[in-house]
């Protein structure tokens, strides 16, 4: 049977820069960036 990860959570101090990193220095594509407070939001990226 061949095992694959198909999604990981990782927590970042500050939205914008780990968007910033993840899309602008590694090259993934921003499929999701929802509002769900004044403090937090729901960011999704994908390579």
Request: hydrophobic share 45%; glycine share 4%; aromatic share 10%.
């Amino acid at each position: 049977m061949t095992q694959t990860i198909a999604n990981v959570t990782l927590l970042v101090p500050d939205y914008d820069a780990g968007i910033a990193f993840y899309v602008d220095q590694l090259g993934f594509d921003l499929l999701e960036d929802t509002k769900l407070s004044k403090t937090k939001r729901w960011v999704r990226v994908a390579p």
